[in-house]
Each structure stands twice: as structure tokens, then as C-alpha cells.
């Protein structure tokens, strides 16, 4: 399945802009989830964009945003804490939710995995919970500050070196990680519960992974992710990590099965299957297509509009003419394309149109003709443009019967 993924964004817990993904399935998603990446990380590191991109292509449209002060949310990261993570994600939560899109799954990698086990009793909708080498301890994060750590106790704050890169840690942010028994809300959670870890995992022990797993009543899953590191930067492991927890998902966010159309030869059938405002699927000729409305009219674009199949019948048929005929001249077509545009035009701007009040429809049409043609032969082409079927179809009388039936 296809996937596209958009911009957004939505006010924080304290006001900032926070930056975001969704990650969409083409069509109508079965779910939904948020996503809280790892430790001064963002959403675009690659496990996130690999883990999202893998399960809106089965289906679960997956929203990954930065946290204040990080990636391209706005704030300051030295203002922030642990509280103040699961306040964005919760914030995250409450705009999913406004816009009809309300996660059943969270998903949280690293100290974000800890950040989706505390927030999870604040968003109701919340079914499953995956975590994904997170510590049982959000104070564990401690131990990457080494000796700046002392500096912060004396001076209240330093800037410290974390992957090659400097943040500013405040002694708040150390004192609210204090704060926090993840353990205690593991085992209230009340959801079902996945938890991946890798034995080798040199930042985050597996044995943060065994307190999780005691701490959690059931229903709760461990997998082990053999041979990965922390941050998951082989591919294959984002790429499994994500296949495990869309088939996981399957028993908390089930796919309804679809209903069945069939079509008779020569028929057209064009049923709506109830996945969502405008979704239309279409047999013809043994093929399943599409059709659907673009966003901004309310649709999924999960498939041409209607007026974009009726250009397309119309494009497929004007080259297919004009190769027949240009193959029985026995004249040479290197590349044929033709391109097609639908539009409303008033009457009045039209002066050899029969209509002359009110709009008219308008389709504009360039062909475009390469090989070695001479400039005769290319207007000879031009006029049979104009006699392929369904060009002569729109331009006479058409006649529409329409009557309702009891469905067999």
C-alpha cells in the first residue's frame, strides 16, 4: 500500500508550536497511533520515519512530532522535563482527537517509550501500548550525563554533549525524573502491553525490559529485536519492529472485512463500501480501481476523482486512435502524450457555443506528438483527435436511463 505523509502542527503543553508527521495510508486507515521518538532525538530519525512509514503501508496512519525544543518544534529544550513530555503527548493526543483521528496505539521509543507509558491513562481512546527499548527507570537518562552531572548539582545547569550534539540541562529536569514510578503506572496501565528490546542494546539494558515485563499485568509481549542496536539504525530491525506491531494491532484495531461486489461482462460496477465520505470502488473489464475526492473537498485522495476518469477516458482514447491511424499511414510516433484539463467557463466567454447563458464545461486538451513527422501529417493527426469514440461520445446527444433495482 502506498503511503503519504504531510506537515503538520499543534500547540504544546505550554503554548510552543510543535512540529509534526502523519504518515497516511492511501484510503481509509484502519487506526491510529502516536509516536514519541527517543531521547533528544526527532520524529525524522530513521527508526520513527521507518517504523511510521511501515505501518501506514498496512494501514495505520501514524502521527510522529517533535518535542518542544527539539527537531523543529518551537520552545526551549532546557525549559522542559519528563512532565513536561507527557504533557506534549497527551497535546498530541487532544489534536489527533479534533481532528477525527483519535489514537487507539502509542508507540514510544527509548525515554519516549517511558514518556507513552505515563501518558497513556490521560487519552482515553488508548488500546496498546509499544515500547521500544525504554527504560523502567526515566531517571535511567541520568547516567548519559557523566561528569556534567556534577556541574548541574553545583550550578543548577550545563550544557552537555549528547551524540554529538549540545543541550542544555537544567537540575529541574533531573529533579522531575525523580519524580516519576514508571513501574507503579506499568501496572496499572490496563492496556495491552508490547515491549521490544534487544539483548545487545548497550544504552538501555535489557534488563529495563524484565522490569517492564514484571511490572505490566496482562495481557503483555516481549519480543526480542536479536542483533539491533538502540537506535535501531539497521533497517530491517525499524522494518520488523513495525510489521510486528501492525500484526499486533490486527486483534486491538481489527480491518472489517470488505463487502463483496462482482461485476457481469460488460458491466461497470461502482459500489461505496463504507470507507469513509467518498471512497468509490470500481470493477470493469476485471480490474478494481478507485475513485475518490481530494482533501480539500473533505475526500482521502485514495483515487482519481470522478472528472479525472472522465479525462483519462478521454486521453486513453485520443492516443489510442491516433496510434491506429498513424500505424495504418505507416507513419513513425516515437512518443505520444496527451494531457487533459476539466473546468467551468461562462457561456458568454465562449462564442461558437450553442449555450449562452450560464456556465458550460470546458476540457482542454495538448497533445504532444515526437518523431519524424512533417507539419502536414501533425494537422492530419490533430483532425482524428476529434474522431476518436469517446470525443464524439461527449460531443452528441446522450441519453441516461436510470432505474433503482433490489439488490441480488
Known sequence: MSIETSRVSFPGADGDTLA?????????????????????????IAAARQIAGGLAAQGLA????????????????????????????????????????????????????AAVLSAASHIPEVKGIATIGAPADPEHVVHNFGADLDVIERDGEADVSLAGRSFRIRKSFIDDLKTHDLEERVGNLKRDLLIFHAPLDMTVGIENAGRIFAAAKHPKSFVSLDKADHLLTRAADADYVASVIAAWAGRLVPEEAPLQIAAREGEVVVAHLGEGK?????????????????????????????????????????????????????WHIDRLETRLRH?????????????????IDKISREIIIEGPLDAEQRQKLLEIADKCPVHRTLHSEIRIETEMVDAA
Open 343 to 359: 473546468s467551468k467557463i461562462h457561456a458568454d466567454d465562449c462564442s461558437s457555443c450553442e449555450t449562452q447563458a450560464g456556465k
Open 20 to 44: 509534526a508527521r502523519l504518515d497516511l495510508p492511501v484510503g481509509k486507515s484502519r487506526g491510529y497511533a502516536l509516536f514519541a521518538h527517543c531521547f533528544t532525538c526527532s520524529k525524522d
Open 62 to 113: 501514524v502521527l510522529r512530532f517533535d518535542f518542544t525544543g527539539l527537531g523543529h518544534s518551537e520552545g526551549e529544550f532546557a525549559n522542559t522535563t519528563f512532565a513536561s513530555n507527557i504533557q506534549d503527548l497527551v497535546a498530541a493526543a487532544d489534536w489527533m482527537r479534533g481532528e477525527g483521528m483519535a489514537p487507539a496505539l502509542l508507540i514510544g521509543h527509548s525515554l519516549g517509550g
Open 278 to 330: 467518498f471512497p468509490q470502488t470500481i470493477l470493469a473489464a476485471g480490474h478494481r480501481l478507485r475513485a475518490d475526492e481530494p482533501r480539500n473537498v473533505g475526500g482521502d485522495n485514495s483515487g482519481p476523482a470522478p472528472y479525472d476518469f472522465l479525462l483519462a477516458g478521454l486521453g486513453a482514447c485520443t492516443n489510442m486512435t491516433l496510434s491506429l491511424y498513424a500505424e495504418r499511414k505507416g
